[in-house]
């Protein structure tokens, strides 16, 4: 009697190389997905912490203002996009913008009165005037891949002001947030068209 044979024949060891790369192609898969998914809950975290903290920056300044100065549209934007409020003797102008091929963003411009050109003679003209008066920041980290980008919502000012006779006025923030123009491009950062929507309504101190 011949040798019985022992270990596995070709077509066995293809069969369960096979197995294992299909196995393998299912896992890689599961975890790619799941890494999506992390990075997309941390993506909207980002979005939703940046959101608030803005929020609560500007509601803080506008309830701490003494006066509404003016709130208009800068430039050609559609939206009024620009709030001026005076505090202490400091004009605090914030304003949304849009840069061509960057991040939308909400800068800070805080100046006095010394710094105000001979040339601006209103009040509207502090909010409409596109050059800066006094040195200027932003809100948001502007970083095209780490940051976000704030944008009108398509629908409403981004500031608006309700003034009442007797009452302190209103001043209602609506913008939206979405990933920055060059870290939306995967699909665990897509937030869609739209981003989330951010709103406050806060009242003026001082009123106007």
């Not at 060891?13 to 998914?37: A, K």
Request: net charge negative; glycine share 12%.
């Amino acid at each position: 009697m011949g040798k019985k044979q022992s270990g596995f024949t070709l077509i066995e060891i293809l069969v369960v190389i096979l197995i294992l790369g299909i196995l393998g192609f299912i896992f890689s898969d599961i975890l790619t997905q799941v890494l999506r998914g992390q990075n997309k809950v941390g993506t909207v975290a980002k979005i939703k912490e940046t959101g608030q903290l803005v929020l609560d920056t500007l509601s803080g300044e506008i309830r701490n203002g003494e006066e509404v100065i003016c709130v208009d549209k800068s430039g050609s934007s559609i939206y009024k996009d620009t709030l001026v409020v005076f505090k202490r003797g400091i004009y605090s102008q914030f304003r949304l913008s849009t840069p061509a091929d960057e991040n939308g963003r909400i800068t800070r411009d805080d100046f006095s009165a010394d710094d105000v050109p001979d040339g601006v003679i209103s009040d509207s003209q502090l909010c409409t005037s596109t050059v800066p008066f006094g040195s200027v920041g932003t809100l948001t980290n502007t970083d095209p891949m780490s940051g976000v980008s704030l944008v009108p919502d398509g629908i409403s000012d981004v500031f608006s002001q309700n003034t009442k006779p007797g009452f302190s006025d209103t001043i209602t923030v609506k913008f939206r947030i979405l990933p920055g123009v060059q870290g939306g491009n995967t699909p665990e950062a897509d937030m869609g068209a739209d981003g989330v929507l951010f709103t406050t309504t806060a009242q003026v101190k001082g009123g106007k």
